[in-house]
């Protein structure tokens, strides 16, 4: 299972390239100076240009959990949501990266966003399991989504066949339970 209906909007799984989705906004799993180095920051960063990191930085520091919204440069999406997942220390945890992703979601509401892609939280440079971070975001998502009436569409992208079956295999059983 790689997508389900609820409450009239979606949630997909994808394998990809983050800072190629075309969502009203694109989530960067950011630390909370919002500078832009490797990983997920460093795709957009290299994708969108260095006015990207200019405008988060100019907005930052912000607090470990928190997320604020830039321009896109010359990204696809419209927008871009840094979420601060882990400190300069780059480690991050479970309520780090439930915050994250509820802080991500009441911006992209706050906002009127539509779309929203975002890419595991955490799993990269902030080495948090892939199986809980699943866990978090399937359920974190579902719940948001039960709720809105703004968000119609959440993609969440993944980097490797790997991390989408986890996903995939996550989804499926949180869904079912749910239902």
Request: charged share 25%; hydrophobic share 45%; glycine share 10%.
């Amino acid at each position: 299972m790689n997508s389900i209906e609820i409450s009239g909007s979606k949630l997909i799984l994808l394998k990809g390239d983050i800072a190629l989705e075309d969502s009203d906004a694109i989530v960067n799993a950011a630390n909370n100076v919002l500078w832009m180095g490797s990983g997920v920051a460093g795709a957009i960063k290299k994708e969108g240009g260095q006015e990207i990191e200019e405008e988060a930085v100019s907005k930052g520091p912000i607090e470990i959990g928190e997320a604020i919204l830039t321009g896109s440069g010359k990204l696809k999406s419209k927008s871009v949501i840094h979420a601060a997942v882990m400190g300069q220390d780059l480690s991050t945890n479970a309520d780090t990266i439930k915050r994250a992703l509820i802080s991500s979601f009441e911006i992209a509401e706050q906002k009127g966003l539509n779309s929203l892609s975002i890419p595991a939280f955490g799993t990269g440079v902030g080495g948090f399991s892939i199986n809980a971070c699943a866990d978090i975001m399937i359920r974190e998502t579902i719940d948001f989504l039960q709720r809105t009436v703004i968000l119609k569409l959440v993609r969440i992208i993944l980097f490797s066949d790997s991390d989408l079956e986890v996903f995939k295999s996550r989804l499926e059983e949180i869904f079912s339970r749910k239902q």
